[in-house]
């Protein structure tokens, strides 16, 4: 992990929002990148590994590693989820 002292003094300009805000950026459940994860995200070499609730995705940006991913959701909020759901996320993110 990339570790940066100086951004814990950046001054922090923003205000809480009083609403709740899409963690997606609005494009709300079928409209987003991860929604659409078989033809929005990147596979690596190996393919994916696949899960009923989870899946992986290859990270285009790989700083310091050659295997560096994602791992997804396969539903569009990924601040609400099941037990079974974050177990299988757990379970590609470890496969």
């Known amino acids: ?3 940066n002292e100086v951004r814990g003094r950046k001054p922090q300009t923003f205000t809480a929002s009083q609403t709740l805000v899409d963690p997606t950026g609005g494009g709300g459940p079928g409209k987003c990148d991860f ?4 033809n929005m995200t990147a596979q690596d070499s190996w393919g994916r590994h696949d899960r009923p609730h ?3 995705a290859s990270n285009l940006f790989k700083y310091g590693e050659p295997f560096h991913g ?4 396969k539903h ?15 379970a590609v993110s470890q496969s």
């Open 1 to 3: 992990a990339w570790f």
């Open 35 to 38: 929604c659409d994860w078989e």
């Open 54 to 56: 989870a899946v992986t």
């Open 70 to 73: 994602l791992a997804l959701f």
């Open 76 to 90: 569009h909020d990924p601040l609400a989820f099941s037990h079974q759901q974050l177990a299988d996320l757990l």
